[in-house]
């Protein structure tokens, strides 16, 4: 089903997808679409990951947040 995958943090997994990474939930369920070149780890409520070469921050909603 992925192309890879990180391990679960804060509720949500990394999942590579022909050649993006997204996030899952935990019933395996697309919260946040493959979109990004790189993903970290969520810690709390943030995760930093990289688009289109700009590295920045996201909440659980995939929705730009502050550091």
């Given at each position: 089903?992925?192309?890879g995958a990180s391990i679960f943090s804060s509720g949500l997994a990394g999942v590579y997808?022909?050649?993006k990474w997204?996030?899952?939930d935990?019933?395996?369920?697309?919260?946040i679409e493959p979109?990004?070149?790189r993903?970290?780890?969520?810690?709390?409520?943030?995760?930093?990951?990289q688009k289109d070469g700009v590295v920045y921050f996201i909440d659980k909603?995939?929705?730009?947040?502050?550091e």
């Open positions: 089903r992925f192309d997808i022909e050649g997204g996030f899952i935990r019933d395996g369920q697309m919260v979109q990004y070149e993903v970290g780890q969520f810690v709390g409520d943030r995760c930093q990951v909603n995939g929705n730009a947040v502050d």
